[in-house]
Nanobody, 124 residues
Framework: QVYLVESGGGLVQVGDSLRLSCAAE????????MAWFRQVGEKERELVAS????????YYGDAVKGRFTISRDDAKNAVFLQMNSLKPEDTARYYC?????????????????WGQGTQVTVSS
């Protein structure tokens, strides 16, 4: 059984920073895509950032380029999302995702495993 467990969300002020963590259990993903998505209410879940493998190519959504950084730690089988200069529009539930496939992983359908999500709220 594979589990993805996120942590690090919370309530912050505009301009603050947060670091989200996601630890994978049950399988190693160092050679596979991992990503962060976010969702507001019932809106479509959108891709925030993805990385093809632990040292591979990275994709960022336009809304977060220059402010967010995705990184991975093979030893911990984990993926992180450093979020700087947070804005109210970054408020969402953030989900970690991992894939059995290969590539940059820019489509939601490419992901096989999902975490339960962690809430990020940016207050103005």
């Amino acid at each position: 059984q594979v589990y993805l467990v996120e942590s690090g969300g919370g309530l912050v002020q505009v301009g603050d920073s947060l670091r989200l963590s996601c630890a994978a259990e049950g399988r190693t993903f160092s050679r596979h895509p991992m990503a962060w998505f976010r969702q507001v209410g019932e809106k479509e879940r959108e891709l925030v950032a993805s990385q093809s493998w632990s040292e591979g190519s990275i994709y960022y959504g336009d809304a977060v380029k220059g402010r967010f950084t995705i990184s991975r730690d093979d030893a911990k089988n984990a993926v992180f999302l450093q979020m700087n200069s947070l804005k109210p529009e970054d408020t969402a539930r953030y989900y970690c995702a991992a894939s059995n496939g290969y590539g940059l992983g820019t489509q939601r359908r490419e992901y096989d495993y999902w975490g339960q999500g962690t809430q990020v709220t940016v207050s103005s």
